[in-house]
């Protein structure tokens, strides 16, 4: 991809090759920073500093919302989300050897928002064999919004969940968590 790609919303404007990018449904913009948030484990964020059973339905684990949501003002913005989880694997009575767990992000609300983002990973069930799992994505909340209005201030929360989804597989979030949303506004023209 082009090293050159500039902030733009004409796509005629960019190289052949950002523009069949573009086509196929991928974005691809640079921008400011300007607002960061966090959640992690407190008093310290390591593996072993919490157990969360999970189950079959959806269990926030972290979220950005209240004080921590993230303060939109222009709808152009995007938002990184980033996200790191440790958990363990439990073998059940079934002997499964293998334990799945479905991470998923919503936007607004728990389950019933937006779902932006989800991923599935896999580990052993072994008490000795922990897993972590490492994930990023980029949210354009106040898309379709009318693109002449340019400065909007909403507030958007973000809630990080974990699940099993199979039934009768165990499984436990037991940290370190860290969910992270930083507000990307556009270059200046």
Request: proline letters at 6%; charged letters at 20%; hydrophobic letters at 40%.
């Amino acid at each position: 991809m082009s090293d050159k790609l500039k902030e733009t919303q004409n796509p005629e404007a960019v190289s052949e090759q950002d523009a069949t990018i573009a086509s196929s449904g991928f974005l691809s913009r640079r921008g400011l920073l300007a607002e960061f948030e966090f959640q992690t484990l407190q008093p310290t964020n390591t593996s072993g500093a919490t157990s969360i059973p999970l189950t079959t339905t959806p269990t926030t684990i972290a979220c950005l919302t209240g004080d921590d949501a993230l303060n939109i003002l222009d709808v152009c913005s995007r938002v990184w989300l980033t996200a790191t989880v440790g958990w363990q694997a439990i073998n059940n009575a079934d002997g499964e050897e293998k334990v799945d767990i479905l991470f998923k992000i919503f936007r607004d609300a728990p389950v019933t928002g937006s779902l932006i983002f989800s991923c599935r990973q896999s580990a052993d069930a072994d008490e000795d064999d922990l897993a972590t799992t490492t994930f990023t994505h980029v949210d354009l909340p106040l898309l379709p919004i009318d693109p002449c209005d340019k400065h909007c201030h909403k507030k958007v929360s973000y809630f990080l969940t974990a699940e099993l989804p199979l039934a009768g597989s165990q499984a436990n979030v037991i940290g370190p968590i860290t969910f992270t949303g930083a507000q990307i506004l556009p270059n200046p023209k």
